[in-house]
């Protein structure tokens, strides 16, 4: 369950990984998390007291959002070991601009469900071929910092996002509605970026002269090493509901939509500050230690939310929060990217991302079902699950590297 740990290049070879893909793609997921998070911490609020939406149907739709685009995460991860990814990226970013423009014309909640799956149908469509590209001649020793940074750069968009949302709400009286609009801006900008993106493959030219393309893989000629992680990953993910739900908890411990805003800023801020460190600490550490660290700040943020009683610790809490997306996302990307040769990296990544997505869809509908009146048991279930993970997980992959 463990890859071996690769030591750290020569001196003169350490900025390797920072290709030109990599600074490009940064750049585009910082501005499309931008314009993503200036609406997302807002949503829930919108729904439920501007459309009316009860807060099952919050759960519902983020669990419907990421169920679209689990589907689609696994399609589009096996078009992109055989074709050229730049096109699925940019119809991916492409579709995130068009929901965000549907979110902004809703007047009643169903049309923000097809809004959030639109706009997941873009996700699942350009996540594999990106993160595809991301790792395009980088050794594996290496992608824990190409994935770390680029998660960094994606979240610090999602820093300046609900920050201008919120300068931008108290500016336009507490209305909410012209917030959408401008998410819009930054959504477009990052489609045009795509243009800039360059796919080794597209430049390949097979014997006839026409672009070289990759070999259809089955899936289960991917590793048997793989699976098991693929399956460790899985379980975990069945208690990790969507985000809008503990936003919405936040907003029901008495914080204002000004205060809940203002700690996802935090949140995220520190999200992004720690994002690469923990990448680059994977280079050099197991990566399940380094995943299993970010399992306990789940574990302290679902419990936290759901322990608490004053508005004032969600800034406490949240914050904490922030280093299980660090030392997980882009950490099990990287994981994931050393575990399968480089010709099936968009189908590993797609059903990867596509199989956890699905776990958050029935994470998202269970959790939106038992919400009741304040949330406090799923959080408290889904806190206990993942700290009792945290403390399996480095043991397991001990085991798993002794038997070997």
Known sequence: MTEPTTPPPPAGRRSVWLTRNVK???????????????????????????????????????????????????????LADRFDRRPLIGVGYGLAAVGKLLIALATVW??????????????????????????????????????????????????????????????????????????????????ALVAAVRDPRSSRKAADGTPATAVRTPWRSLPRPYWRVLGVLLAFNLVNFPDALLLLRAHDLGLSTAGVVGAYAVYNLVYAALSYPAGALSDRLPRPLVFAAGLVFFAIGYLGLGLIHSPWLVFVVLPLYGGFAACTDGVGKAWISTLVPD??????????????????????????????????????????????????????????????
Do not use: N
Request: contains cysteine; charged residues 15%.
């Open 24 to 78: 490009v793609l940064c750049g585009v997921s910082f501005l499309q998390d931008a314009a993503s998070e200036l609406l997302y911490p807002i949503l829930p609020i919108f729904l439920t007291v501007v459309l009316g939406a009860p807060p099952a149907a919050v759960g519902a739709i983020e669990g419907a959002a990421e169920g679209a685009a689990s589907i689609t995460k696994v399609a589009a991860g096996r």
């Open 343 to 404: 010709h099936q990296q968009g189908t590993a990544q797609g059903l990867f991302q596509g199989a956890t997505g699905a776990a958050v869809l029935l994470a998202g509908v269970w959790a939106g079902l038992a919400w009741g009146t304040d949330g406090h048991l799923p959080l408290l279930v889904s806190g206990g699950i993942a700290l009792a993970l945290a403390g399996v997980l480095p043991v397991v992959a001990r085991a798993r590297t002794a038997a070997h």
């Open 110 to 191: 169903p049309l923000v469900l097809l809004a959030r799956v639109t706009d997941r149908l873009g996700k699942g469509m350009r996540g594999a071929p990106r993160d595809a590209l991301l790792v395009e001649g980088v050794p594996k020793g290496q992608r824990g910092r190409v994935f770390g940074l680029h998660r960094a750069a994606d979240t610090a968009g999602a820093v300046v996002g609900p920050l201008m949302g919120l300068v931008l709400y108290e500016a336009l009286d507490h209305r909410l509605r012209p917030l959408f609009w401008v998410a819009v801006i930054p959504a477009v900008a990052s489609v």
